[in-house]
Nanobody, 124 residues
Framework: QVQLAESGGGLVQAGGSLRLSCAAS??????MGWFRQAPGKEREFVAA????????AQADSMKGRFTISRDNAKNTVYLQMNSLNPEDTAVYYC???????????????????WGQGTQVTVSS
């Protein structure tokens, strides 16, 4: 059974940092991504990584603040978030595509497996 388990969310003050983790189990993936959804808004791409290709992608609005990385030994993907502001408040989801490839995806429709989400709240 495939599972993606996020952790690391919480309450942080503006300007602070958090590191989210997503541990995958049940199968091997070639890429994973992070998305977020704020109340009343559409799900939004945050970042993705493909470790076959050795590449990453990020939403322009988060470049320089958020970094995605992976620990192969732990089959875990991380999202390091710095300089957080209240607009970053959302539920953050990790996701993985069924297809094993060198592609990297920014559209939610490209992902087949999703975690349950972890809440990030940034206070002003």
């Amino acid at each position: 059974q495939v599972q993606l388990a996020e952790s690391g969310g919480g309450l942080v003050q503006a300007g602070g940092s958090l590191r989210l983790s997503c541990a995958a189990s049940g199968r091997t993936f070639s890429s994973m991504g992070w998305f977020r959804q704020a109340p009343g808004k559409e799900r939004e791409f945050v970042a993705a990584i493909n470790w076959i290709r050795g590449s990453t992608a990020q939403a322009d609005s988060m470049k320089g603040r958020f970094t995605i990385s992976r620990d192969n030994a732990k089959n875990t993907v991380y999202l390091q978030m710095n300089s957080l502001n209240p607009e970053d408040t959302a539920v953050y989801y990790c996701a993985a595509p069924r297809l094993y490839s060198t592609s990297i995806y920014s559209r939610a429709e490209s992902y087949d497996y999703w975690g349950q989400g972890t809440q990030v709240t940034v206070s002003s």
